[in-house]
């Protein structure tokens, strides 16, 4: 039994599950960008335009509200979906709510404070399980689906 608990995949002997998921999450996080300008984009019309004065913070909550809502539907955003991999808790479940919301919370102030950006990106990049800063708090991992390995 691991620290991480019983149900996740151990890298040594199920490397599979493990496999490219750092550079799939880079691209996953580029298709949810795109995705995200492109809702940001329609909802400026329902601020009477005046969201182009704001439109950095707009983005930061459409954003925030689309990785919340897509990962607590599904462990995964859209982009991590079209890519195979999802997020799992520590006990090998996936993500509710909760748990969606509090890893959105821990991106978004590594995306706010550079140094922990950098130190999520080389966790990612040196860790067996490939986990950022917040996944190493949370307990989680970004995993290939069943399937997609």
Do not use: C
Not at 15 to 38: E, H, M, N, T
Not at 106 to 127: E, Y
């Amino acid at each position: 039994m691991s620290a991480y608990g019983w149900a996740l995949p151990d890298p040594e002997t199920q490397p599979a599950f493990y496999q490219d998921v750092s550079s799939k999450r880079l691209l996953a996080w580029v298709i949810d960008s795109v995705l995200i300008v492109g809702l940001t984009l329609l909802v400026l019309p329902f601020t009477a335009f005046i969201g182009i004065l704001f439109f950095g913070f707009l983005m930061l909550m459409v954003g925030f509200a689309y990785r919340v809502v897509t990962i607590a539907n599904g462990s995964a955003t859209l982009g991590m979906r079209f890519l195979g991999i999802e997020f799992r808790k520590s006990n090998g479940d996936r993500f509710d709510l909760g748990m969606a919301f509090l890893h959105t919370l821990g991106l978004s102030v590594s995306f706010a404070m550079p140094l922990l950006q950098v130190i999520s990106i080389v966790l990612m990049l040196t860790t067996a399980r490939g986990q950022g800063l917040s996944d190493h708090l949370l307990g989680t991992v970004a995993i290939n689906r069943a399937g997609h390995r």
